[in-house]
């Protein structure tokens, strides 16, 4: 079981940034794989990026890639989404996820709370 604790949303700015982080209990963090997903109001939840257990892995949606950033710090137990150049289309509760190795790939099995993120034009 692994569970995942989001912080670092708030308002913010147009053009501004926001670091988001994603705090993980269990031993086995640094073997699962991390993403990213938001939900904007209104709206299905999308994937925002994602990174393999090592880290030496990113991947992004095509509306992010440039100005977000995923990293990994197994050490911590932690994975970060950093955000830069925001634009009011990103506002969302943006959600941590964990893949367990152990199941089929692209299946998140433990999601976090969710945490808001608001930008102002």
């Known amino acids: 079981q692994v569970q995942l604790v989001e912080s670092g949303g708030g308002l913010v700015q147009a053009g501004g940034s926001l670091r988001l982080s994603c705090a993980a209990s269990?031993?086995?963090?640094?073997?699962?794989?991390m993403g990213w997903f938001r939900q904007a109001p209104g709206k299905e939840r999308e994937f925002v990026a994602a990174i393999s257990w090592s880290g030496g892995s990113t991947y992004y949606a095509d509306s992010v890639k440039g100005r977000f950033t995923i990293s990994r710090d197994n050490a911590k137990n932690t994975v970060y989404l950093q955000m830069n150049s925001l634009k009011p289309e990103d506002t969302a509760v943006y959600y941590c996820?964990?893949?367990?190795?152990?199941?089929?790939?692209?299946?998140?099995?433990?999601w976090g709370q969710g945490t808001q993120v608001t930008v102002s034009s």
């Open positions: 269990g031993r086995t963090f640094s073997s699962y794989a």
């Open positions: 996820a964990a893949h367990d190795p152990d199941t089929p790939p692209g299946e998140y099995d433990y």
